[in-house]
């Protein structure tokens, strides 16, 4: 869903918009379910000159040692960065995003 004009938050959707929007969001949850992501953070903050996105930013257990907290997310982007880009990780994305991709075709 693209919406046609700038918006930088969820508050500006059209009552036809944020209905399309939480049940694409509501799929996109349900497909990561059965991926086995069972929690993730959902991220939209309105206070940046960009037009509105929303980051949904999956937890995995290797993720615990930097806590549960929203500041952690910035430490476990570091992290990965500097630790997981690898043939083997970005291969397993890749089948992540391919299974999503998937899943999504039904939607």
Same mark, same amino acid.
């Given at each position: 869903?693209?919406?046609?004009? *700038?918006?930088r938050s969820i508050s500006?959707?059209?009552?036809?918009?944020?209905?399309?929007?939480?049940?694409?969001?509501?799929?996109?949850?349900?497909?990561? *379910?059965?991926?086995?992501?069972?929690?993730?953070?959902?991220?939209?903050?309105?206070?940046?000159?960009?037009?509105?996105?929303?980051?949904?930013?999956?937890?995995? *257990?290797?993720?615990?040692?930097?806590?549960?907290?929203?500041?952690?997310?910035?430490?476990?982007m570091n992290y990965s960065k500097e630790n997981m880009?690898?043939?083997?990780?970005?291969?397993?994305?890749? =089948?992540?995003?391919? *299974? =999503?991709?998937?899943?999504?075709?039904?939607?």
């Amino acid at each position: 869903m693209a919406p046609k004009r *700038k918006i930088r938050s969820i508050s500006e959707f059209s009552e036809e918009e944020a209905i399309e929007f939480i049940n694409l969001l509501h799929e996109v949850r349900k497909g990561m *379910k059965e991926l086995s992501i069972d929690d993730v953070y959902l991220f939209q903050n309105e206070d940046t000159p960009h037009n509105f996105h929303l980051w949904i930013f999956s937890r995995h *257990k290797l993720m615990e040692k930097f806590g549960r907290k929203i500041e952690s997310v910035r430490s476990i982007m570091n992290y990965s960065k500097e630790n997981m880009i690898t043939d083997d990780v970005i291969k397993e994305v890749r =089948m992540y995003v391919q *299974k =999503m991709k998937e899943y999504m075709k039904k939607f």
